[in-house]
């Protein structure tokens, strides 16, 4: 694999050893050729797969018109853009079909923007005195990477050399309704907090928190923020994660999917009495709500507004649930957590780290990436078919064991080495010394061999055979790149030849309902980013 080292880049990022040169669907190819299965997917950018054929053809016919006005000016899209957030997700807020819509780029922006509306509303509607408004927010957010959100977070590694923070949060324990309510006083103007927390390896809240939170805050007329920029559109099985537990939060935030993983498409939706107050002057962003972000925005929010994707995502997340808890049960997972198609797994630290998960996954055709020391964070293409969901965790399955042996054989090698040591020590001669180290390496090589992993003796990790066999058969729907045509190439031929509006790009009533007609002859998925 290429390296990743890079002279001009300063140091913000640690990549696993691996250049990307193309993708397509749920797969990448590297610069050598070699091919990935994505359990990425952009932290969730790309939760409709690489290159979606919908999305590609919507950007390439913006591409020809208008890509940017800035807001001293109106575009074409920009209001059709507005009107698809509210159909589709304005609906499942307060605001309902009187929401608002502010669009900006990242999901960073997003927050700020959500956090300068609810205080000068705090300010405007709810009297509170200038310059004293407080939101409450939770332990293990992940909400961006501005000075202000970091401020924020309890990561050190985020967190620490950026101060002084802005003022104004009071962090509790992410799921503690009782530190919430503690919490609030006449200065609260809002409770901000992911539904799911995704940085913090996908930790799901107690089932009675998020209705809990939506009771609280309407009673003390305290505006309630989801921060859905990973968790919302279409990754918890449901359009937003808060349909879960059937709350409506005031104003949500969103990003990562709405730009397709083509552009950064962010945006706040809700209730027009808060969102209302961002007038003139107060606020805005040069590229936010730009024309060719608005195309790619609306062809996602189509693709979205059939509920397929949520469908497939659903169903696929009870067979990730189901595998991820067998390797519970087997030991070869700590904990695993699963909400959707998402799932945080936890290794237990005798066997590893996160990063040395993925480096062993990544050798055997997985990119996947950790969150914290000992957690991996696996969030594949919504549009993933069953077989390769199972061969990827068919490959997760044989990188613990393979993990598990390497950590056994190092710790008998430390058990003989130690043995030895004390062997040396307490012979009373040269030859007594060489044949007590010898039996006592042998016998805690031999005593470490028998615990190795579970497995059979004899079989190795790796070479499974059924593991073998389900890597061959679901090899077939890829096809090999040097055969592939280029499906950048192949939507720009197809985009040329019409100009369809990007609204129509992908039209969802050619995806079909069900999962064996999801898949075709090929095996390939009606949702994957091939299909028209």
Known sequence: MADTTHGALAPTY?????????????????????????FLSGYSALNFGHLHQGLVAAAMTQLRQVTLTTRAFDHDRLEEFAQRLVEVVGVLTTGGEDSLVVPMNTGAEAVETAVKAVRKWGYDVRGVPEDEATIIVAAGNFHGRTTTLVGLSDNPTARDGFGPFAPGFRRVPFGDLDAVAAAVDDTTVAVLMEPVQGEAGVVVPPDDFWPGLRELTAKQDIALVADEVQSGLGRTGTTLACELWDVQPDLVCLGKALGGGIIPVSAVVGKPEILGVLT???HGSTFG???LACAVGIAALDLLSTGQYQARASASGKVLTERLEALVERGLLAEARTIGLWAGIDLDPALGTGRELCEALLERGVLAKDARTETVRLSPPLSIVQPELEMALDILEESLVALRGEHSAAAANEMANAAAEEAA???????????????????????????????EPGEAPGEDPAQDAGAEAVAEPVPDPADAE???????????????????????????????????????????????
């Open 14 to 38: 640690d990549p696993l050893p691996i250049t990307i040169a193309r993708a397509h669907g749920t797969h990448v190819w590297d610069t050598d050729g070699n091919e990935f299965l994505d």
């Open 280 to 282: 003139p002057g107060t």
């Open 289 to 291: 709500g730009n024309p």
């Open 425 to 455: 020590r307490t012979a009373p001669d040269s030859a007594t010394d060489s044949t007590a180290t010898d039996e006592a390496t042998d016998t805690a090589a031999d005593d470490a061999t028998d615990d190795t992993s579970g497995e």
């Open 486 to 532: 280029d499906p950048a190439a192949e939507t720009e031929d197809a985009a040329a030849e019409t100009d369809v509006p990007a609204s129509a790009a992908g039209d969802p009533a050619d995806v079909v309902e069900d999962e064996a007609a999801a898949e075709g002859k090929d095996g390939r998925s009606e949702l994957s980013p091939t299909a028209g």
